[in-house]
């Protein structure tokens, strides 16, 4: 099966965070033929292949595997055959590129010396996967690493890659509040304490969290993207719910903005007469950093590779990845780098007319469709060649 077969495969079939047993299936059988000592059900169904070749650092590479509950609408051949499951962020692209890297540097393994790693990760999108394999042993399963390695397909054209220095991915935390209030009649509200009130004093007293407590030089978003009470004109509910979303480039802006939410959240319901709020955290992901040092090691090793020009800087990104959890764990260095997914023409195009935002899809639309070459193609190569670059 060429790449190309096993990515439109992969993409037939997604699977969601936790679930992707099929595809770690696939990724545990083609490490097993190429060669490698595979680890199964690492975190659930994570898998690592290993290969041992001698004195020499050990690198490990890593891909996501989940997809997302996203209805597909590409109108592609290979189109998803899952109902309302799409590989929309493409962790297919990652799987395949992994998948091939891992068999051409088993197939050319004389020609360097080391430890090779290829680490398949559950439920990136929910922010657990990374987390839940290092908290199921990986690092007493596998060689810690003395550099972690891995790529995110996105909407710049296919052919280049690049990673930014530094805090490149933003943290994202998801926050989930009630706060609790005394319901009653609506034409009585002073036998009440009322959750409404409270809930958008709340709302407001957080708009001043990133106007005046956060530095003008950082950057920090606090969104109350949901916001729950009541039933009825005149009821005074029982309580109201709000949900947050909080993005940051550093730990410490992001230590801040979540101690102001706390402490907003608890004065303001004590403000109100209000019993204690829950203040509940779901999906956390942490600043994704590139070690500077390693970034431009791997980028010169890059650009020697593939020339000047196929090479890019992208930017912060206000996504969010756990990939750093695998770094942090190993403390080794990090470079996760953008892999350009886009169809170079349609690209350029858009570009020149203005309209990128608006005319290439990016990752999680279910328009998101990465051409196959030269992605591909590109991804496995800059495996490669960051693998071949660490390793002696
Ligand atoms: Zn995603
Ligand atoms: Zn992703």
């Not at 550099?147 to 530094?166: D, N």
């Amino acid at each position: 099966m060429t790449i190309d077969e096993l990515y439109r495969d992969l993409h037939r079939h997604p699977e969601l965070s936790f679930e992707e047993v099929r595809t770690a299936g696939i990724a545990a059988d083609r490490l097993r033929a190429a060669g490698y000592e595979v680890t199964e059900h690492i975190g659930r169904t994570g898998v690592v292949g290993v290969l041992r070749n001698g004195e020499g650092p050990t690198v490990l590479l890593r891909a996501d595997m989940d997809a997302l509950p996203v209805a597909e609408d590409t109108g592609l051949d290979y189109t998803s055959e899952a109902a309302g499951v799409m590989h929309a962020c493409g962790h297919d692209v990652h799987v395949t590129c992994l998948i091939g890297a891992a068999d051409r540097l088993a197939a050319t393994r004389d020609e360097w010396h080391g430890t090779l790693i290829a680490l398949f990760q559950p439920a990136e999108e929910v922010g657990g996967g990374a987390q839940s394999m290092l908290d199921d042993g990986l690092y007493e399963s596998v060689p810690v690493p003395d550099v972690v390695l891995g790529q995110h397909v996105g909407p710049a054209p296919a052919g280049l890659v690049g990673a930014h220095s530094g805090a490149a991915f933003a943290s994202a935390n998801s926050i989930d509040i009630t706060v609790y209030g005394r319901g009653g009649h609506g034409s009585r509200p002073e036998t009440t304490i009322d959750p409404v009130v409270l809930a958008a004093a709340i709302v407001s007293r957080l708009q001043t969290v990133v106007a005046r407590e956060i530095a003008p030089q950082e950057t920090a978003v606090l969104t109350v993207g949901r916001l729950n009470a009541g039933t009825k004109n005149n009821i005074i509910p029982d309580f109201a719910s709000l949900g947050l979303s909080v993005r940051a480039y550093s730990e410490e802006v992001r230590t801040r903005l979540l101690g102001a939410i706390e402490r907003i959240v608890r004065a303001e319901a004590a403000a109100s007469g209000a019993p204690e709020p829950l203040i509940e955290h779901a999906e956390s992901f942490p600043v994704t950093v590139n070690e500077p040092a390693a970034t431009e090691r791997t980028g010169s090793a890059f650009r020697a590779a593939f020339g000047e020009g196929s090479v890019l800087d992208p930017g912060q990104v206000s996504g969010s990845e756990d990939v750093g959890l695998l770094a942090t764990a190993a403390g080794a260095p990090l470079v996760y780098w953008i892999l350009g997914g886009a169809d170079p023409d349609s690209y350029l195009a858009a570009a020149r007319a203005g309209t990128v935002d608006r005319d290439i899809p990016s990752n999680h639309s279910p328009h998101f469709a990465p051409v196959i070459q030269p992605t591909l193609d590109r991804g496995v190569e800059a495996l490669v060649v960051a693998a071949r670059e660490w390793l002696a």
